[in-house]
T-cell receptor, first 113, second 117 residues
């Protein structure tokens, strides 16, 4: 079993739709949860960062963490064609190993006009 | 915002040659940097942690003699793929954390695409 599971998609939605992306994890040591966006042939770009259960909102993006279920989500409201990219969840145990991220497989998202 | 650069952005080499990839933090110092590898349509896999002034630490299954890491300064880490073979063809990405007092945000470089013929 992989430490982090993420549905690779691909996911195709019309412009304006609400997008839901999810990851599950098995290791309780993960304490920090991040979502990255990666465009083709580019490095990942940090979208959201959380370290506790609950919701965190930033513009059109909402990150949700449920530590009891080991389940994290990213919601994108009013999706735009420019949101088309691969979305990666990344988890970290924190402490001295904070920077050692374990990534999900990535979900390929296409938002069509 | 913080920027991490990589050079070269892409490289093609013959089998058996060595290739050096540079990772630089442009506006902050990084005592630690991380090297990841990403195969097509797969996620990023951590290869090693680069430590300024000391030896790198490698993840299980990563050959330290094949992937040489040198963290010569607080802004530069290099990854050398020695005696490269076609199976080493991949997208190599580095990251560097910048301490912000609240959390260390990881900034990723743009990646280096290596093709070994």
């Amino acid at each position: 079993q992989k430490e982090v599971e993420q549905d690779p998609g691909p996911l195709s939605v019309p412009e304006g739709a609400i997008v839901s992306l999810n990851c599950t994890y098995s290791n309780s040591a993960f304490q920090y949860f991040m979502w990255y966006r990666q465009y083709s042939r580019k490095g990942p770009e940090l979208l959201m960062y959380t370290y506790s259960s609950g919701n965190k909102e930033d513009g059109r993006f909402t990150a949700q963490v449920d530590k009891s279920s080991k389940y994290i989500s990213l919601f994108i409201r009013d999706s735009q064609p420019s949101d088309s990219a691969t979305y990666l969840c990344a988890l970290s145990p924190g402490g001295t190993s904070y920077g050692k991220l374990t990534f999900g497989q990535g979900t390929i998202l296409t938002v069509h006009p | 915002g913080a920027v991490v650069s990589q050079h070269p952005s892409w490289v093609i080499c013959k089998s058996g040659t060595s290739v050096k990839i540079e990772c630089r933090s442009l506006d902050f110092q990084a005592t630690t940097m991380f090297w990841y590898r990403q195969f097509p349509k797969q996620s990023l896999m951590l290869m090693a942690t680069s430590n300024e002034g000391s030896k790198a630490t490698y993840e299980q299954g990563v050959e330290k003699d094949k992937f040489l890491i040198n963290h010569a300064s607080l802004t530069l880490s290099t990854l050398t793929v020695t005696s490269a073979h076609p199976e080493d063809s991949s997208f190599y990405i580095c990251s560097a954390p910048r301490a912000s007092g609240v959390n260390d945000e990881q900034f990723f470089g743009p990646g280096t695409r290596l093709t070994v013929l």
